[in-house]
């Protein structure tokens, strides 16, 4: 603490206030100010390395007040263009890049797939900061209105004395305060009129503030007004009032939005990690996964959800899953509460907004402050995920618990095997009795044929093991090529793909071996990503899902044959739902206009609803014209990876090549390993922000002596020569396009869009069900297309259904707003559903339980799906045989159990009454953690160019230097996000 006497602390202790009117002289006078400033004069070329770099090198140091006079919207502001930055990489279509507030489809995979990125985590706390940044102000500006009424109040006593302005200043501050309480104002001694220490106590620190600050020849310039005794109580009780209604009122919500901003991500991590264990918990055991879909889709609140698993009402969980449920469920409680009270709190914000119209306080701090309520809700609502449907959707993480495939098939051999002896042995006994030489040279003969038959069959199984031996060794020459990375990630990291401290990045920097494979792993991933990415062209390479199609090398040619059939089964429904798209997009479309259909392909949505709104935003003529307009050269229309995406190849022309849409749907589908090449790739932007050339073009990491030199405020010219590096991003730009591509073909594969375009096929309005058939080649061409794509795709076959159930209700009641109106009519969907499920015999032709489907859905075919152990009851004997999971010689996907529809060959089990009613599609765990890489590298984008973002938010500041600096030094120095 400073060994002054000054007002501002004594405000600190006469009002319990965080700050003061006369912050900056304090800082200045104080140990150490030199120090800060020093510090502060740093922090804004440090965060020339983008946030996350500049925070793992930044030394901590005691934050000083903001100065006198600067305003904290800029808190506000900063926290709103970072969000736009945020958006504007999570959109496709760049044109309308701030539309819709794509936050929401972000959200939906929030919660599930990970954490919110860092750059995320900085607008949230940005709001908190600003918040109590727009506290401490409001109350400077409280204070300085009570200046006012003290000014007048003081010239008046001040003129009942003989006191010079000289004597005045050579006075103490104890001094000064007596003989303010002895001005007289009508004859008697303020100290007496008053009555009051505090009130008293308001005009001495102003006397005193007044005195330092050299205003005494205007304080005796003052007007006098002939105030009275009655007007002093007045105006002072009125001026200490209005003190504490901003001191109790506005710090106590902005201390409150602090604490649950931090608390709410807390509560998102802790609910994705009780979803993890459940998972791991249920392992996929029948009874325990019924248990827990039959409580997760009960339509109950997470709190009777409890109550009912604490009660042991819910049935078929050993203690083990009974704990791992609660502890999800608890979770899942906490973050609604959190939520519920970031909600409030937002009307906290705008209630300090209020606050300051009130008091007449300057007009763009009214504006800063209901931004950041704006901001407070937009933040809840991404640290939130999807809390709507996180429970509802747990079963969705791991799927049903299905009987063994490999017994299955083992039964149904056996019984065919039996069948088929019997009936051999019936026509041997004939023909013994008439030819029993013919009999014996036929036997003869068939023990030729079986070793025939032996030997064909153990040349087979040589052939296969072979295959999957020369595949594994494949894979391990394919991982061999990226030694150094894996080394760097598993040995240096232990792990992790982050720098976590200022003493781990020394620690990395100071070992030779690791700076050796910092540097050959990012010459390896550099050269890899231009030369296979921007081609599309990485068959056989290690991002390749056929040629890499796990995680790590399969131990034996079981578990390789089961890895390669998973694959196989993707890998059908990617091609057919390529090959469906391409059949209904129009060659000219394709070839002239591929903008469209890639905006709409690359930003998949959750709901109906936002596809809709999408759709619609797309379609705006301004929107569509710039789509349509897409050359080469501008970069509005698209994010700018799939914009490089599609201009690969282009020759001399502006325009995208007519082929190369074609090439980049129909190009081989991805691998797990390109989660692991793009979260490298992040890590090593980290060193590569560290870096710089030599002369002769040699790449070169920074020294620890450059970043302790920072201790001591100077940048070295290593540390300035990395600073200055042009194309600081390349690395992360070419990631870009890689997580681009991936959510393209994830998106393609199970996304919205290519459920729209199925039932744009198949919907037929004059019955209200799907036409399978059409009579038109053309239209039975395409047909056939969507219902091979829905065959093949369980997860796009259930959005296709929900899509069409909800087009059928809404036509049976006349438009898609009625129907919205009446919530998609889920009470008798609800009913309708139950029904099916009480009745006696599910599978029998139930009049009186289909009789309520009829009515709604006329024309559709209800049947229930029965699982194997559920066919061996009577009940469900004549139920048609649900599809497990089948990893065998001809792989097919799990389809489920359940009321279900029939569709040509196949039946899609229906969607949920809250599903259907809230048009929520299904979104696998595949795509939720494309989307989480896609916007885990442009976070990473755009946090390297927040130096710039800063210098925007404050280019319209009167004080836009002195306001850059102190921004860079707050947004470093503030704990608004660890370093992770």
Not at 126 to 142: H, N, R
Not at 246 to 265: N, P, W, Y
Not at 351 to 378: F, M, N, Q, Y
Not at 874 to 898: K, N, T, Y
């Amino acid at each position: 603490m400073c060994g002054i006497n000054t007002f501002c602390g004594r405000s600190i202790r006469a009002f319990g206030l965080k700050s003061c009117v006369s912050a900056l002289a304090l800082w200045a006078a104080c140990p150490g100010a030199a120090f800060a400033q020093e510090t502060m004069q740093l922090a804004e070329p440090l965060l020339d390395f983008g946030f996350s770099t500049a925070k793992l090198v930044w030394v901590a140091v005691r934050e000083p007040d903001l100065p006198k006079g600067m305003q904290p919207t800029m808190y506000s502001k900063l926290a709103m263009n970072v969000q736009a930055r945020i958006d504007e990489g999570r959109a496709a279509a760049g044109v309308i890049s701030a539309n819709m507030g794509l936050v929401q489809a972000a959200a939906t995979y929030s919660a599930i797939a990970g954490g919110p990125e860092p750059l995320s985590k900085v607008a949230a706390g940005l709001v908190a900061y600003g918040a109590k940044k727009t506290s401490d102000y409001m109350v400077e500006q409280v204070i300085e209105q009570s200046g006012s009424r003290a000014r007048i109040i003081l010239a008046e006593g001040l003129k009942s004395t003989t006191l010079t302005n000289d004597e005045l200043r050579k006075m103490k501050p104890e001094e000064i305060e007596k003989r303010v309480a002895e001005f007289k104002i009508g004859g008697q001694q303020i100290a007496r009129i008053l009555n009051d220490s505090e009130s008293l106590r308001i005009l001495q620190n102003h006397m005193i503030d007044m005195v330092s600050d050299n205003a005494l020849e205007g304080l005796r310039r003052t007007a006098a007004l002939g105030i009275t005794v009655d007007r002093v109580r007045q105006e002072m009780t009125e001026a200490r009032a209005e003190i504490n209604f901003v001191r109790d009122s506005v710090e106590t919500r902005t201390q409150e939005i602090e604490q649950q901003m931090g608390a709410l991500a807390d509560a998102v991590e802790a609910n994705s990690s009780g979803l993890a264990e459940l998972s791991g918990k249920l392992n996929r055991q029948e009874t325990a996964m019924a248990a827990v879909a039959e409580i997760s889709f009960s339509g109950w609140t997470t709190q009777q959800k409890l109550q009912a698993v604490r009660s042991n009402l819910v049935t078929g969980l050993d203690d083990a899953q009974k704990q791992a449920l609660t502890r999800s469920l608890e979770a899942q409680q906490r973050q609604e509460k959190i939520v519920s009270q970031v909600s409030s709190a937002a009307g906290d914000l705008k209630a300090i907004a209020e606050i300051a119209r009130r008091l007449d306080l300057p007009e763009d701090l009214v504006k800063g402050v209901d931004t950041a309520s704006t901001i407070a809700t937009g933040a809840a609502q991404f640290l939130s995920g999807n809390y709507l449907g996180a429970i509802s959707s747990v079963t969705s993480l791991f799927g049903m618990g299905k009987p063994d495939p490999v017994a299955d098939r083992h039964k149904q051999m056996m019984e065919y095997l039996a069948s088929q002896f019997a009936a051999v042995n019936e026509r041997l006994d004939k023909v013994i009795e008439l030819q029993v030489k013919t009999v014996e040279a036929l036997n003869d003969l068939r023990k030729e044929q079986h070793q025939f038959r032996e030997e064909v069959l153990t040349q087979l199984n040589r052939i296969e093991s072979i295959t999957l031996a020369s595949n594994r060794i494949l894979q391990g020459l394919l991982k061999a090529e990226w030694r150094s990375c894996n080394a760097l990630v598993n040995e240096e990291m232990n792990g992790a793909y982050s720098v976590t401290s200022r003493d781990h990045l020394l620690a990395l920097l100071s070992d030779g071996e690791t700076v050796n494979r910092v540097l050959d792993c990012y010459k390896v991933m550099s050269g890899f990503l231009g030369d296979q990415v921007l081609p599309a062209k990485w068959a056989g390479t290690v991002i390749s899902a056929d040629a890499v199609p796990d995680d790590s090398i399969p131990a034996g040619d079981h578990e390789h044959s089961q890895v390669r059939a998973l694959q196989q089964i993707e890998d059908r429904a990617y091609k057919a739902a390529a090959s469906l798209i391409l059949a209904a997009t129009s060659r000219e479309e394709i070839e002239r206009y591929p903008a469209r259909l890639v905006s709409r392909l690359a930003q998949p949505m959750p709901s109906a609803d936002t596809a809709g709104e999408y759709r619609t935003a797309l379609a705006d003529p301004a929107a569509d014209r710039t789509l349509a307009d897409f050359d080469c050269l501008e970069s509005k229309a698209l994010s700018s990876a799939l914009g490089e995406l599609l201009c690969f190849e282009r020759g001399t022309r502006t325009v995208p090549n007519p082929n190369r849409l074609p090439i980049i749907l129909r190009s081989p589908m991805l691998g797990v390993q390109v989660e692991r090449l793009v979260k490298t790739g992040v890590l090593l932007a980290t060193f590569a922000d560290l870096s710089y050339f030599t002369a002769d073009r040699e790449m070169r990491l920074i020294l620890p002596s450059d970043i302790k030199a920072i201790s001591a405020n100077r940048i070295t010219r290593n540390m300035e020569a990395a600073r200055r590096k042009p194309n600081r991003t390349r690395l992360l730009e070419s990631l870009r396009r890689l997580s681009e591509m991936y959510v393209l073909q994830h998106s393609l594969t199970y996304g919205d869009y290519t459920a729209w375009v199925a039932v744009q096929v198949l919907y037929d309005p004059a019955t209200r069900t799907l036409n399978l058939t059409p009579i038109d080649a053309s239209k039975a061409a395409l047909a056939a297309a969507a219902v091979d794509a829905m065959r093949a795709n369980p997860v796009l076959s259930r959005n296709v259904i929900l899509l069409a159930l909800r087009h059928a209700i809404a036509d049976s009641l006349g438009s898609m707003e009625e129907a919205k109106k009446y919530y998609f009519l889920e009470t008798r969907y609800r009913s309708s559903y139950e029904n099916v499920l009480r009745a006696k015999n599910r599978c029998a032709p139930d009049e009186i339980a289909l009789s309520e489907w009829k009515k709604l859905l006329p024309g559709w075919e209800i049947v229930y799906a029965a699982t194997e152990a559920e066919r061996r009851d009577a009940a469900f004997a004549a139920c048609i045989p649900a599809q497990p999971l089948d990893l065998g010689d001809h792989p097919q996907p799990d389809r489920r159990s359940g009321a279900a529809v029939r569709v040509a060959d196949f039946y899609v089990t229906l969607p949920l009454s809250m599903e259907l009613a809230i048009g929520k599609f299904e979104q696998p765990e595949s795509l939720l953690r494309a989307l989480v890489l896609r916007d885990s590298v442009n976070q990473a984008i755009a946090e390297r160019h927040i130096s710039a973002t800063v210098a925007a938010t404050v280019s319209d500041d009167a004080k836009a230097e002195e306001s850059r600096k102190r921004l860079a030094f707050d947004l470093l120095n503030a704990h608004l996000i660890s370093p992770n």
